[in-house]
C-alpha cells in the first residue's frame, strides 16, 4: 500500500470515503486501496492507451471484479474525466499517470478542486525531476505539502497536499 494511502486510510478507516486515482495501469494500487479500506469507493480514470501495457484496462478489471461494487472505470484522458466530477468531491486522489511536468502540472491543476475540504490530493514519484518541479510550481500558501518516503517501492516517494478550509 502506498505511503500517502496508508496514511489516508489511518484517518479514515471507519468512515464512508470516496477516492480517484488518475493512472491506474494494470490496478495493483487500486487493488490495495480498495482491499484495504472497507468503506472506500473508488473511481480509476485511465486512458489505458499506454502502448508498453497493451493489457493493462483488462488486468486491471480482472485484478479488481471482486470489488465491482466499490469500483468505477472511467477510460478517458484525465482532463477530460475530471470535468465530470463536481468540486469537493473526493477524500482523496491519487495521482500517478503521466509523469512529464506539463501533464503532472495538468492533473494537480484539475483534480485539486475536486478534493474535499481537509482532503488529501497526493501522488506517486515525488523524486523523479519532473514531477517534484510540478508540485513544487502548483503550490502556494494555501496548500501544505508532506513527502513520505517508499523504500518498499524502489525509494519512491510520495507527496501529499493537504487542503485546509
Do not use: Q
Amino acid at each position: 500500500m502506498r505511503p500517502s494511502f496508508n496514511l489516508f486510510c489511518n484517518l479514515t478507516y471507519d468512515k464512508p470515503t470516496i477516492a480517484a486515482e488518475i493512472g491506474v495501469r494494470h490496478g495493483d494500487n487500486a487493488l490495495d486501496m480498495v482491499a484495504n479500506h472497507k468503506n472506500l469507493e473508488l473511481f480509476l480514470i485511465d486512458s489505458f492507451k499506454e502502448s508498453d501495457c497493451p493489457d493493462a484496462e483488462f488486468t486491471a478489471r480482472e485484478k479488481l471484479s471482486n470489488y465491482s461494487h466499490r469500483v468505477n472505470f472511467f477510460v478517458e484522458e484525465s482532463e477530460s474525466a475530471s470535468k465530470f466530477f463536481r468540486d469537493k468531491l473526493f477524500d482523496y486522489v491519487y495521482i500517478d499517470a503521466d509523469h512529464t511536468y506539463e501533464s503532472v502540472i495538468k492533473d494537480l491543476t484539475n483534480w485539486w478542486p475536486k478534493v474535499k475540504d481537509t482532503g488529501i490530493l497526493a501522488g506517486h514519484d515525488y523524486n523523479m525531476p519532473s514531477v517534484e518541479a510540478a508540485v513544487r510550481d502548483f503550490l502556494d500558501e494555501t496548500k501544505v505539502l508532506f513527502l513520505v518516503d517508499d523504500r518498499s517501492d524502489g525509494e519512491r516517494v510520495d507527496f501529499m497536499i493537504f487542503r485546509r478550509r
